[in-house]
């Protein structure tokens, strides 16, 4: 529960119920919130990588409308007074159409349309968000932090990323903003779905860090918390898989605030649970690739809101959307 949360600025006690859903790599995670916090959550299982890859584009996009529609069915069951959905969803979202212009994770999705349907079949406002965006502003909101800027760097299967910027979510013009995980960090490195080479999340990702550990172990088998099992075991080839990781990170990092001058930066993601085999590598990278100016000066924290803060962002950018139709 969020109880411990005060939401009642932003959602009514009485009258507001949103719908937040958070698409991860292998689920949904579907949760009601109300000016109380979080009033009920449930997991629904839904692989949409799998389903891209595995079927054409246009049943691929189906089988994705589905599995979002079970989640709010899921909701409005126990809540039917729900007046507004909110989903954040990972690719870069165009702000003006709602349209998922593309998803380098989820392969084949290119201005695709999910929120119209979605609004049609439950009559009700939906808004879909940059996944990353929505957990940012999310962690802004629980955090309850003193500032006024805030980066957010997602690690899971990719990286994504979000600012906050005077209390708001900033998405950009063309809704690609903080899409951080495509900040090139190895000049014709490994190739990244998103069309490039070399990206951060083909390094300080999950699927980043198995690639690491396979291309120095020789292994080929296990995930990333397998890598993790390695690493506390004190495998040298793990070890080096999560601080090539690390490293990576603060490089995106260091560039990113070189820009923003942002006053906090929030790590999150299922990778922030490794943080412990990245911390000292990301910290020793990050003050030597700063500019001396923002050395020791910007604070970097481990994620509060775990899996809450993306329903809860998510939620958020739905009852926003509802008070501006």
């Known amino acids: 529960m969020l109880a411990e949360f005060n939401l009642e600025n932003i959602l009514s006690r009485d009258d507001a119920h949103v719908v937040g859903i958070d698409v991860g790599g292998t689920n949904l995670r579907v949760g009601v919130v109300n000016g109380s916090g979080l009033a009920w959550e449930h997991r629904v299982q839904a692989d949409f990588s799998r389903m891209c890859r595995e079927l054409p584009a246009e049943q691929a996009l189906v089988a994705i409308i589905e599995a979002l529609a079970t989640g709010i069915r899921m909701a409005l069951d126990q809540y039917p007074q729900v007046n507004a959905v909110g989903i954040g969803f990972p690719g870069f979202i165009d702000p003006t159409t709602q349209q998922v212009a593309q998803s380098p994770n989820l392969p084949g999705l290119l201005n695709v349309d999910i ?21 940012a502003y999310g962690e802004y909101v629980l955090g309850g932090l003193d500032v006024r800027s805030l980066v957010y760097l997602g690690l899971g299967t990719g990286v994504g990323g979000g600012f906050i910027l005077d209390g708001k979510p900033f998405p950009g013009f063309h809704g690609v903003a903080m899409e951080v995980g495509h900040i090139i960090v190895e000049p014709d490195g490994r190739q990244c779905g998103c069309g490039n080479r070399g990206c951060l999340e083909q390094y300080a990702s999950a699927s980043g860090v198995v690639l690491s550990y396979r291309e120095l172990s020789g292994r080929h088998e296990g995930d990333a918390a397998f890598v993790a099992r ?3 075991l004190g495998d040298a080839h793990a070890l080096a898989a999560y601080r090539r990781a690390a490293e990576a990170l603060a490089q995106g990092l260091a560039s990113i605030l070189k820009v923003l001058d942002a006053q906090h930066v929030v790590i999150g993601g299922g990778m922030s649970l490794a943080w412990s085999l990245m911390q000292e590598a990301f910290h020793t990278r990050l003050q030597q690739d700063l500019i001396p100016v923002l050395r020791q000066r910007v604070s970097v924290g481990i994620s509060q809101g775990g899996d809450h803060a993306g329903i809860l962002g998510a939620a958020l950018l739905g009852h926003a959307a509802k008070l501006r139709s």
């Open 230 to 232: 390695q690493a506390e």
């Open 115 to 135: 929120s119209g349907p979605l609004s049609q079949m439950f009559g009700l406002p939906v808004i879909v968000e940059n996944d990353a965006l929505a957990a």
